[in-house]
């Protein structure tokens, strides 16, 4: 066996770390020996997310790609936290900080870029550190420095008004900052936008509540200690607490200049990514390449894979030939697709444009021989899919032009991703085909979990992710649904939701630990515990073994848990009526408790917010008011409108009926949290269509009853289940629907998931027409769950555990003598 | 130099759970797993200052309440993310069920 060589990696980031995988995936490692040098702290990470960290829709945790595990097993050094500060390529070696050296054979430089920063006046501090409250944006600490220092700020600028700016303005936007983008440019993201676009895109975002300065130089900051504005060139100023500079950036490639490797913009690369030095290769943002720099991550998947290929000596002629740069983003949570050229450049070029200013839809065509040369597609991603491949396979257009930006119209048919051919692509950030995919499920990926983490597909943006799962189920069918680990009810005990509800009811398991014990192995997975006790309290109701340590905080002391580890109080207000009597309880116990905020919630009551844990008890007593559950996976609240008793166009007692609602499934734990409403008449003021269940009344003294309706983190309009005449019946059906949605439903899967799964003429047939016996059954279920029912705020003189609501146990003088 | 602290009764933590202890100088979280060992740590998460005396325990970790994060309680290394690791102190429970914390 021939001796294996050393081939040294420097910078763990997206195009590096995506090289060593593609690398071990060939079979590379039989001929190298692989070490990794990172100057960030971590396993590598989706950079990609670190907007979606910002905007607080993912976690920090949630963006690792490979864990340090995988390093390991896969045989390759990983050295993070360690920065390469030269190159001898005399001898062949690299140094990095601590006198660390690693002798190379082939040496990969994929260091990135770094970011642009204007010179400001006063920005640095005299050690040439930023003054505080001035970031850039990004590394993962970046972002968590941005987060910190935003919790404390109320006003934000962000200079740059680039997919990166916008970006880091969407996240502060988000966490309650008021946000200004300064740019120097006549509109927003002209690198990929032409001025229409970018005049609409700015639009959008001024609706978002953002403010948008054009074509301002900023030229210093203000403020001592502390970034306190801007001054512009013009001489205007601009207060502000702190500052985001994302104004470009720049290759990385300091370390290949001093290493005397050939640099222009970019580390300079040939087709085969080799640099002028034969055995130091580069990609990724460092790379220039034909003359282009990167500055997205489709392009270096590609160069990863050529690298890859040639390296592990599957196709040493591979070659890299460039990429046609397209690209679908969400810039500040709007759709954007663009590819190609944004504006006609020869004489013959078509521009075919269409701009719907109300909807904030823009879309732009540059066709050039019968063939597209450049989209923009803005606020609307419906027709993104077929113009990339268009674009990608350099495919002759249909000469109906409207039949491109309109593919649902008459003309057009909306592809699934079902039926597209094998070589499209479906994976837009990773560059996933549809062929992998199915490839992938033939080779036994049955979830979708499994199938994102072998093909990458749906780990970027993650919007293909539906794509993607209608792949599996196209493909696997009912062998989708025969891979267990998708449907275990909760992670740690594997069995689905009805095998489980099998085995607790013939083992009579009464409590989560017995479960565990039983069905787990003892071994008691932490994630697990909440959704078992769910379930076990609906299953056996009072003679439930309740072990307190199964439920999540705010289930142990009936609140909400905040950013600071105080809490908030949300009482019950039944169908959002009060009175002046109660608005002066509450306000009296706000202020004798120092609430630090009170406010009016979106449902219909009034929050008590920053409330330390040991006086939760006190602050029930003298409220006198039930618990809101505003916390907790269960009945929350019905909103009501004002109906026949005052509104001109009420036909049904909204309010009325919302109140019976609350009062009889106030507090019914549920797989996930239950939101109703009423309404009066078909205008909806309670949004009750879009509630888990909702009534609304219509001529003739009747009721629709929706089920399956929500409007957070997924829109979705609720199905109408039935029509009923009078409020008993709304009641009835109402519980029995709730009844059959908890013992069916997965923990945590919202009736907007649950209805869509399980299809509404299904729960008709079951529900309503009773076809197979089970109505009366269910009725007589929640009736019996709602006769359990005790409000958990009567622990405030029961308290059920020892130092239940202690915030810390006084330990002051518990040192034990010498 | 080590001290140690009695922190009274073991029934002041429930079985399962977690409670903070002030010091004084110092906050620490003491949990008693339902297998009946006892873990101290370092009261405050080092992500965002979640309580982790709040958090589910099981399996020999905890989950910080705020954001998820898991350390395992023994040796207070993280587990599946890079925050940390957390400090971890002795504790013993005595013959007559008390809970005898040494600090460093
Ligand atoms: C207080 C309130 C906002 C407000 O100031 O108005 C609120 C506050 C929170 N919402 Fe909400 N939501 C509030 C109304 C809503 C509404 C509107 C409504 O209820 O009509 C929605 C959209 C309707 C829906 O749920 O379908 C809403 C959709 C969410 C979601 C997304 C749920 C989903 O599955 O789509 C979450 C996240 C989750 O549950 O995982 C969430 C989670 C939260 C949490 C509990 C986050 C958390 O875990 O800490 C917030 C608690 C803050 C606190 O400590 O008090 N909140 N939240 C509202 C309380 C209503 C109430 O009186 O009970
Ligand atoms: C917030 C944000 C959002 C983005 N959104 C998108 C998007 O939606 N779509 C898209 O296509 N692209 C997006 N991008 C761009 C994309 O992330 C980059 O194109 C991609 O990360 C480039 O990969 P890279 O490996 O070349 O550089 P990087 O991912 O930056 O990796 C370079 C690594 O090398 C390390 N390094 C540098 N020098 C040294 C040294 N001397 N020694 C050791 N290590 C070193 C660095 O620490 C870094 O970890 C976004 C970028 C950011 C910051
Ligand atoms: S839903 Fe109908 S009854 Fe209720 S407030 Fe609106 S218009 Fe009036
Ligand atoms: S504070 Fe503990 S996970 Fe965030």
Not at chain 2, 36 to 62: E, F, I, K, N, Y
């Amino acid at each position: 066996m021939t001796e294996r060589r050393k081939l040294v990696v420097v910078g763990n980031g997206m195009a590096g770390a995506r090289f060593v995988e593609e690398l071990v995936a060939r079979g590379g490692r039989d001929a190298w020996d692989v070490t990794l040098f990172g100057d960030e702290p971590y396993g590598n990470y989706n950079r990609i997310l670190l907007s979606s960290v910002l905007a607080g829709t993912h976690q920090p945790t949630d963006i690792f790609l490979n864990p340090l595990r995988w390093y390991t097993d896969n045989g390759v050094t990983l050295r993070a936290g360690l920065r390469v500060r030269g190159i001898d390529r005399r001898a062949r070696v690299v140094h990095a900080g601590n006198g660390v050296m690693e002798r190379y054979d082939a040496l990969v430089l994929a260091t990135g870029s770094v970011p642009f920063v204007p010179p400001l006046e006063r920005l640095r501090l005299d050690d040439g550190a930023f003054r505080e409250g001035a970031f850039v944006f990004r590394t993962l600490d970046d972002t968590e420095a941005m987060m910190r220092y935003a919790g404390r700020s109320k006003k934000a600028v962000i200079i740059g008004g680039g997919l990166l700016g916008l970006e880091a303005a969407r996240g502060l936007l988000a966490m309650g900052l008021e946000v200004h983008v300064v740019h120097l440019m006549k509109h927003l993201m002209e690198v990929q936008l032409d001025p229409a676009a970018g005049r609409m895109l700015e639009r959008l975002l001024k609706g978002m509540g953002m403010h948008v300065h054009l074509a301002r130089a900023t030229c210093g900051v203000i403020g001592e200690e502390r970034v306190q504005g801007l001054l512009f060139a013009d001489g205007l100023t601009l207060d502000s607490d702190m500052l985001v500079i994302a104004a470009g950036i720049r290759p990385n490639v300091q370390l290949a200049v001093d290493a005397g490797i050939e640099v222009e913009r970019g580390i300079v690369v040939g087709d085969d990514l080799a640099t002028s030095d034969a055995n130091v290769f580069a990609l990724g943002e460092c790379a220039q390449h034909r003359g282009v720099t990167y500055g997205l991550v489709a392009p270096l998947w590609e160069q990863a894979r050529v690298l890859a290929e040639r390296l592990a000596g599957r196709a040493p002629d591979a070659t890299y030939v460039g990429s046609r740069v397209s690209t679908k983003l969400k810039v500040a949570g709007v759709d954007l697709a663009v590819m190609g050229d944004r504006e006609a450049t020869a004489p013959d070029d078509e521009e075919v444009t269409y701009s719907e200013p109300a909807r904030g839809v823009y879309k732009k065509l540059v066709v050039r021989g019968g063939k597209l040369a450049g989209a923009i597609l803005l606020g609307d991603a419906s027709s993104a899919p077929a113009l990339l491949q268009a674009f990608d396979r350099d495919r002759p257009l249909s000469d109906d032009r409207s039949e491109l930006l309109f593919p649902q119209s008459a003309h057009g048919s909306q592809t699934s991703a079902a039926d597209q051919p094998d070589d499209a692509q479906i994976c837009n950030c990773n560059g996933v085909s549809k062929g992998a995919i199915v490839a992938a499920v033939r080779g036994g990926c049955r979830s979708l979990k499994t199938l994102c983490d072998r093909t990458r597909a749906g780990t970027g943006c993650g919007s293909c992710k539906r794509d993607v799962g209608a792949i599996l189920e196209a493909v696997a069918g009912d062998a989708a649904s025969e891979d267990p680990s998708v449907h275990y009810y909760v992670p740690g005990v594997p069995l689905a939701k009805p095998e489980l509800v099998r085995a607790i009811r013939e083992r009579g398991l009464k409590s989560v630990s017995a479960v565990f014990r039983d069905l787990a192995d003892g071994k008691e997975d932490p994630a697990s515990k909440p959704g078992l006790a769910s379930l076990l309290k609906t299953i056996w109701r009072a003679d439930y073994e309740d072990e307190r340590d199964a439920r999540f905080i705010n289930d142990r002391v009936h609140a909400n848990i905040q950013r600071d580890a105080t809490f908030s109080v949300v009482p019950r207000i039944y169908g959002g009526v009060t009175s002046p009597a109660q608005l002066r309880k509450i306000a009296d116990v706000a202020e004798r408790h120092g609430a630090r905020m009170v406010k009016i919630t979106g449902g219909q009551r009034i929050d008590l917010l920053g409330i330390p844990k040991e006086r939760l008890p006190q602050v029930w007593r003298e409220l006198g008011m039930p618990s809101g559950h505003a916390y907790s996976k269960a009945f929350r609240t019905c909103k009501t409108c004002v109906g026949t008793d005052f509104c001109r166009y009420g036909v049904g007692d909204s309010t009325g009926l919302g109140i019976a609602i609350e009062k009889r499934y106030q507090g019914l734990e549920a797989p996930a949290k239950l939101k109703l409403a009423t309404a009066g008449c078909p205008r909806n003021c309670s949004e009750a269509t879009t509630k888990d269940v909702g009534a609304v009344a219509i001529e003739g003294g009747r009721w629709e009853i929706y089920v399956g309706g929500g409007a957070g983190s997924r829109v979705r309009k609720g199905d109408l289940l039935c029509v009923v005449g009078s409020h008993e019946e709304v009641l009835r059906m109402m519980g029995r629907f709730m009844q059959h949605y908890r013992e069916n439903a997965r923990y945590g899967e919202r009736t907007y998931d649950f209805v869509e799964r399980f299809g509404i003429e299904k729960l008709r047939r079951l529900l309503v027409d009773d076809e197979e016996g089970i109505a009366a059954r269910l009725d007589v279920d929640v009736q019996a769950a709602v006769d359990a029912y005790v409000d958990p705020w009567t622990e405030a003189d029961a308290p059920k555990t020892a130092e239940q609501f202690t915030d810390a146990i006084d330990a002051r003088g518990a040192q034990a003598a010498e | 130099m080590t001290r140690d602290f009695d922190l009274g009764p073991v029934d002041r933590i429930p079985p399962g759970e977690g409670r903070t202890f002030d010091l004084g100088s110092v906050r620490v979280a003491v949990f008693r797993t339902r297998s009946g060992s006892v873990h101290a740590t370092q009261a405050d998460c080092p992500h965002r200052a979640g309580p982790l005396a709040d958090g589910l325990v099981g399996d020999g970790c905890v989950v910080c309440p705020l954001h998820g994060y898991k350390y395992d309680l023994a040796t207070g290394d993280p587990l599946g993310h890079a925050c940390g690791p957390i400090a971890v102190h002795v504790v013993s429970i005595t013959s007559d069920g008390r809970v005898m914390l040494s600090l460093d």
